[in-house]
């Protein structure tokens, strides 16, 4: 009765859109068969598939089957329909700020008690910050494989053509500014105005030959704004624990304000037709940007550059340090037909042999603190050179806060953040809107 | 050798009724299985809140409730009907054109008819890619185009600006009539020469064949590829917004109803407030479709086909 429930369930799925009913493990090998469901860019992938070679390699008879999704809705698509279907990928990766809605629905088999019997990764090897960011009501769901935060990437050759010195620890939103307004140039190498304070807002560039490069890139959405919030001593929720409402205060308008001045007074930051035009991962790697904020993600893209080299610096500062934690997990499937085999995939995946060969992919920050502060993270000759700064950032880490619907709330509050910043919009006004428009979301997600 | 009376169809097989249902059972049993099951069940989950994880809890008219006053949803359902509204005229008008155009025997015809459909053989995704780079605001053909004779203020913003990127949606779609062309060009290739003939000696100017003779003839034809792209026109919205402008600018620009439905659906896990948006698409399918079979009526009582 279930399955054909299940399948009721699935051809309803196929009739709302094009979807199917993904499968997933097949025959169990003697070690086992474990799908896995991960998302990335041809660069990212490639690093998965590594570590699938040297897991079947160590672990005889293994098999892992890697189910890979465009990105990361294709991926929650996949996992959703296939779960409807019956038969889900035993693993799967996911951000902590995707996996709530999962959780809640109780998709997730937990991994405390497999992590508390484990003899081979145990929950004090891993940063803190990162277990809890998986973690309900003190049990652990999921096993944090990387914990990334946001950095500056910038290029060097850039800032040393036009003689700006380089971020450093320590440095404020005002230097940062000001550093982004010395990088920002026109063909001539002369540095430009990026944009006409006087102007209309969202009008066209008027003033002088347009920058063909620009200081910062910084996407509008409310995981790159919120450190700058907190920084500034602001509060993003009414509650980080039970939020039911954005609730941005003085000095998070504060910050919120010279998010927006980025591209309407200042004109640091590209146009909403330039970045159509160009994303700011691919302007940064033709040399078209001084700096880019970014996490971890965007090394294994970079490492490809040849014609420039770069390094990553921590996030300037308001007031005190502070940055966005960017960390995904492995989580078992509740409906997973190998969850010993499973588990064993996430013991050496999260164990040495596996974290380092993760860490040497350049893909992630290792949740755990002995790979973490290994040559295999820390090696100076793969850039970037200064990758401790990943690791300096983890005390001034913060998570988002946990939220079911968050993916909708993301959604509504990116669209928000992005007609702002390109437009000029007020802060007040924005900070109203964020609110209205994503209250009931926060309400459903309780 | 076999006797005739052997190879006769025995028993019940002897109906000609029971051959075509015989026929026709394949087809109608993958109807039933894969458009009918579905569709019901979509139906009822309408009235359901339900994620495809947990079980199915019935809450009556609430996902309606909850659309009546989504303003995602009448975004996208004004959208829809813009659209409809737009491109389905367009789209049967360009192809009534080119089939005009294209019904004769010259020389390079082949060639134009085949230029004509081959954008409709291109996959879904594939050509919005490719409408993706043409787009471009900066770097894209289209505007590389235009700016070497339009005004910087003038030329459009398809992904930036909310009415330029609902034209880029409607101009994508008015390539890709490779069928209705086809069906067109056939429809008055069919036609018989001598009414024409019979025109040409009364006089009758071109504007005049077309509007006396042409359009008459091809009427039912037209009529039928009006509902039908009306009822496509609902879904081929969606790779478009999805893949070249994400339902964007913000915040809904070119979010269309397949669009809502499948975010809904299949990224925020709320299958059954899907489920009841695509009711409401259907409704508003079956309304057009209503409308303009009406106006079709009028028009056949006034031609008496």
Redesign the interface.
Known sequence: MMRLARA??C???????A?GCSSSAGDAGPAGTVSLLVFGDPHELAAYRKLEAAYENAVPGADLRLIEASDR?DL??RL??S??GGKPPDLFLMNYRFYG??AK???IEPAHDLLERSTAIHARDFYPQALSAFQVDGRQLCMPQNMSSLVVYYNKALFAKHGVAEPKAGWGWPDMVATAAALTRDANGDVAKGADPDAMPGA?VPTGPPPVSYGLGLSPEIIRLAPFIWSNGGTLVDDDKRPTRFALDEPAIEALSEFIDLRGKHGVVPT???K???DDEARFAAGGLGMLMSSRRSTTTFRKITGFEWDVAPLPAHRTQATVLHSDAYCLTKGSANKAGAWRFVEFALGKEGATIMAETGRTVPSTVEVSRSPAFLDPAKPPRNAQVFLDSIPAIRATPAVS?W??IE??A???L??AL?YGHQPREVARQLDE?TRSLFERGR | MLSRETREPVGFLRSRRVQLALMLAPFLVGLA???V???L??FA?AFAD?????TVRWIGFANFVELASS?AFHEALRNSLGFAAVAVPLRLLIALGLALLLHRRVAGVGAARTTVTLPSAVPEVAYGLLWLWLL?????PVNQFLRMFAE??SIP?W??DPADARAGIVLMSLFTIGETFVVLLITRRALPPHVYELAAIEGATGFQVFRRVTLPLMAPVLGLLLLRDTILSFQFS?VPALVVTDG????YATTYL?LF???N?????R?GY??AA?LVMLVCTGLAVFLQWRLIRRYRSRYEW
Do not use: C, H, W
């Open positions: 009721l369930a051809l309803a799925a196929a009739a709302l859109a979807a809705k929650i698509t959703s329909t779960i409807a809605q999962f629905r109780n998709a066209p909403d037709q330039e159509e035009s160009q619907t993916p909708e959604d509504v990116n669209g928000i992005e007609n390109y428009q | 299985a894969l458009v099951g579905p569709a069940v979509t989950l339900y994620d495809l994880i947990e303003t471009n605001p900066m770097y894209g910087p203020v913003n992904l930036t969606f964007g600018p913000p915040p397949p439905v499948y975010r659906a299949f990224e925020y896990l299958y899907a489920a695509t």
